[in-house]
């Protein structure tokens, strides 16, 4: 795929690839062998934390020894963070949290930015002032992906991702409720199977993320051919 900065491609991947995998890792030797493993699994997009120790040198590396994945920036808080991340090669800026100040930094280096917001103001708020998808997070503590249907009731042209609860028993249902893309924590980012040394859990996982992504566009394309 190549690194690219171009917002549209950029957002057009994240849709495709449905998943925006968080990573959070002990050290840069963890972070790198867990992004090895997603990817083998055919995820091909990957947040890296600034909770991550050395975060900054992840995203260095990863940009350089792995064009193929689209790398972002995750608990991005604020826009000093935001640029040092973009300079660093990161393709996507994702927060917890609403800074518009944030936004407006992406904005000026054509970034695609995801902000974190919960509540119908916030997300609004956030969509208005520019963001290229919204991040409901933590969204399992509103209701999960019942929730996100709530939302998407009278916001049906914001994108949203929702984050938080999202695992393989979810995932469907946050599918069929309306989410742009799934952002997926410890469900997929399995430090503990990389620790003991078994990378091939987290690939599975992946597989196993694809499958029902796969299967929801399947029966999504079946609705669509039957009423067009």
């Not at 410890?186 to 499958?211: C, F, H, N, Q």
Request: hydrophobic share 45%; charged share 20%; net charge neutral.
């Amino acid at each position: 795929m190549g690194h690219t900065s171009d917002k549209s491609v950029v957002m057009a991947t994240l849709h495709t690839a449905g998943l925006v995998p968080v990573l959070r890792a002990d050290s840069i030797d963890q972070a790198l062998a867990l992004a090895s493993a997603i990817a083998d699994g055919g995820v091909k997009v990957l947040e890296v934390t600034m909770t991550v120790p050395g975060a900054l040198h992840v995203i260095r590396r990863l940009t350089h020894d792995r064009p193929d994945i689209l790398i972002g920036a995750g608990t991005v808080l604020d826009p000093e963070t935001a640029r040092i991340c973009i300079l660093e090669g990161a393709n996507f800026i994702v927060s917890p949290a609403l800074n518009l100040k944030t936004i407006e930094m992406c904005h000026r280096y054509s970034i695609a930015v995801l902000p974190g917001a919960l509540t119908p103001t916030e997300i609004l708020t956030a969509w208005d002032a520019g963001a290229d998808a919204v991040k409901v997070f933590p969204a399992s503590a509103m209701g999960g992906a019942r929730y996100l249907a709530s939302l998407k009731g009278p916001l049906p042209h914001i994108k949203m991702i929702p984050t938080g609860g999202v695992s393989l028993a979810t995932a469907a249902d946050f599918l069929n409720a309306g989410a742009f893309a799934l952002g997926v924590g410890s469900d997929l980012v399995d430090t503990k199977a990389m620790a003991v040394g078994k990378p091939e859990v987290i690939t599975d996982t992946a597989r196993r993320y694809l499958a029902i992504l796969h299967d929801f566009r399947m029966k999504h394309s079946d609705h669509v051919s039957r009423i067009s």
